[in-house]
């Protein structure tokens, strides 16, 4: 089988040793079963992948020596989610794919027509976590605190460009991105969309670029999903 995956508190070091409990003992102790000698990948988010070995596994406590490095951290697309906040097992959809996509952050957004203003901050960690190491990214996006899409738009910075996916139109999404060069972000409403004096916030707001993905109307999590895909399949190098 293949060595267990996991992100680690860090950070690692040629010939270190780690020692974890919690949760993470519990997986590889008990899920995976791991027992002296066996090999394990690790990732700390700060120095990239490393090959260990396991020291000890108690019931309690793992301890891993770190043998090598395997791949340094990747560098990361500088795109940003900011996602209005949804349904929980659709915001939690929108966490996990977001993370697999490769965004440098997703930023939740309060808009009126939120039926959510909250976030767990440990739960969304669970999650972009979970997808990270189950499709081998050697980084993890950030996930920030929601804020509210006046006080997004407000501190917004001069460097980036805000693409708003608007379902009333603009331009086409993949040609928006591949004509663009720099920092960016994503804008997507809620179930309900943005409501008018929402949109024409955002419209007038100078970094901001209304885009379509095309004439259906999305769901909010279809919507993240397919932008996202679009921005790393023409400028997610
Ligand atoms: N208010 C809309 C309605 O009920 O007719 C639906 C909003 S849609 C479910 C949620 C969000 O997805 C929108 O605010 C928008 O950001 C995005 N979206 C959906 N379809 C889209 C499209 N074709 N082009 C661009 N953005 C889209």
């Not at 960016?184 to 707001?205: C, I, K, N, S």
């Amino acid at each position: 089988r293949s060595a267990p995956r996991l992100f680690v508190p860090g950070p690692l070091e040629d010939g270190g040793q780690i020692a974890l409990e919690g949760q993470q003992a519990h997986y590889l102790g008990k899920v995976m079963r791991v027992g002296a000698g066996d090999a394990v990948i690790a990732c700390d988010d700060a120095t990239g992948e490393w090959a260990c070995e396991v020291v000890s596994a108690g019931k309690r406590d793992v301890v891993l020596s770190v043998r090598m490095k395997l791949r340094e951290r990747e560098d990361v697309p500088d795109f940003v989610l900011c996602a209005a906040l949804l349904k929980k097992p659709n915001f939690d959809l929108v966490l996990e794919k977001a993370t697999e996509l490769g965004v440098a952050a997703v930023q939740p957004v309060v808009t009126r027509r939120c039926v959510a203003d909250k976030l767990n901050p440990e739960r969304a960690l669970t999650i972009v976590t979970e997808a990270a190491e189950q499709c081998a990214r050697t980084a993890l996006p950030r996930v920030e605190e929601p804020t509210r899409l006046d006080a997004l738009l407000r501190d917004w910075p001069e460097d980036r460009a805000l693409f708003f996916a608007d379902e009333q139109g603009g331009a086409p999404a993949a040609a928006a991105f591949a004509a663009h060069k720099g920092p960016a972000a994503l804008l997507v409403g809620p179930e309900g969309g943005f409501d008018d004096t929402e949109r024409d916030l955002v419209r007038a707001h100078p970094q901001a670029r209304a885009i379509t993905l095309g004439p259906r109307i999305l769901r909010a999590e279809t919507a993240c999903i397919s932008a996202i895909g679009l921005w790393m399949a023409v400028s997610g190098d």
